[in-house]
């Protein structure tokens, strides 16, 4: 699926564009098929932004397609063996889409960035912000992959 033709990736780059960090922005996205309302929605997914709470580590678009695919495809039994390996499975496929496209799943590293951990204090969002994150981008991306694998995986 073309990422500009993707009604959620869409979605999640007007999110981001409003102030969502980038889990925030693709895990909302998605709203319409979880039975979350947003604020616990924004809550749940609020730790993940700048790679995990500006940590740099798992890009904060790919948490957020985590999490989406947690909540409608996940399995909720402590022992449920089959449905844990077949999750993790689906998690390792999406993690791979991404990293086709973008060469990494690591916030640093599709940034650019040098080193690991960076104050928890987040940057202001101002034209010249966006004009050097690839963000806005790279939520949308990780929305269409995940759109694209529900519709493959119909619920």
């Known amino acids: 699926m073309n990422c500009e033709e993707s009604r959620y990736g869409q979605r999640a780059e007007e999110n981001f564009l409003k102030g969502y ?17 947003e604020e616990t929605a924004a809550k749940l997914s609020s730790s993940f932004g700048g790679g995990m709470g500006r940590l740099r580590e ?19 039994k402590p022992k449920d063996f089959q449905g844990k390996k077949e999750h993790y499975e689906r998690i390792q496929q999406l993690a791979k889409a991404y990293e086709e496209e973008n060469g990494s ?19 202001q969002r101002t034209e010249k912000y966006y004009e050097k994150r690839p963000c806005p981008k790279l939520v949308r991306m990780a929305a269409s992959i995940m759109e694209q694998y529900i519709q493959e995986h119909p619920l």
């Open 21 to 37: 960090n980038c889990s925030q922005a693709v895990f909302l996205a998605f709203s319409d098929l979880y039975e979350l309302d």
């Open 58 to 76: 798992v890009c904060g678009a790919v948490s957020g397609m985590f999490l989406t695919a947690g909540v409608l495809y996940g399995y909720d």
């Open 105 to 123: 799943i690591v916030c640093r590293e599709l940034l650019g960035l040098n080193k690991k951990r960076e104050e928890p204090v987040p940057e």
